[in-house]
């Protein structure tokens, strides 16, 4: 087995002034389960942080660059519900897809936390060795 790590934390305020001025920024990078979960919550733009921080762990542990061919919507092609307890899962679609197909992934752990001030995830991917 071969595991993928990818770590991010996002500033809450900073990504709250990101989500003010930038209308079409919420559904460009996030899918209606997830506006749907983030916006039933008593401080929806801590949830929005939380689950960007994931997007971005789960691209660093694929490999995958902020820039190249399929890149556009690979935001929309991670996303984060909650699992049958409650802790998040993951869902991969698309070119995300094909590339953790590519990596044999089969399993994952997510984890997210935040605070006031920051918004922290991290993401392990196992896959096959020497895929």
Same mark, same amino acid.
Request: one cysteine or more; proline letters at 2%; glycine letters at 10%.
């Given at each position: 087995?071969?595991?993928? &790590?990818?770590?991010?934390?996002?500033?809450?305020?900073?990504?709250?002034?990101?989500?003010?001025?930038?209308?079409?920024?919420? $559904?460009?990078?996030? $899918?209606?389960?997830?506006?749907?979960?983030?916006?039933?919550?008593?401080?929806?733009?801590? +949830?929005? @942080? =939380?689950?960007?921080?994931?997007?971005?762990?789960?691209?660093? @542990?694929?490999?995958?660059?902020?820039?190249?061919? =399929?890149?556009? +919507?690979?935001?929309?092609?991670?996303? $984060?519900?909650?699992?049958? /307890? =409650?802790?998040?899962?993951?869902?991969?679609?698309?070119?995300?897809?094909?590339?953790?197909?590519?990596?044999?992934?089969? &399993?994952? $752990?997510? /984890?997210?936390? +935040?605070?006031?001030?920051? @918004?922290? @995830?991290?993401?392990?991917?196992?896959?096959?060795?020497?895929?």
């Amino acid at each position: 087995m071969k595991l993928y &790590q990818g770590i991010d934390i996002v500033e809450v305020g900073k990504f709250r002034k990101v989500l003010l001025r930038n209308n079409n920024f919420m $559904t460009d990078i996030f $899918t209606d389960k997830e506006r749907d979960y983030c916006l039933s919550k008593k401080d929806p733009d801590i +949830h929005f @942080a =939380g689950r960007f921080a994931v997007k971005e762990a789960g691209l660093k @542990a694929l490999g995958i660059g902020m820039s190249g061919s =399929g890149i556009d +919507h690979a935001f929309q092609e991670i996303e $984060t519900v909650p699992g049958a /307890s =409650g802790k998040p899962a993951l869902s991969f679609r698309g070119w995300v897809k094909k590339i953790s197909d590519k990596r044999g992934i089969n &399993q994952f $752990t997510v /984890s997210i936390s +935040h605070s006031a001030d920051y @918004a922290v @995830a991290s993401v392990i991917l196992a896959g096959k060795e020497d895929v």
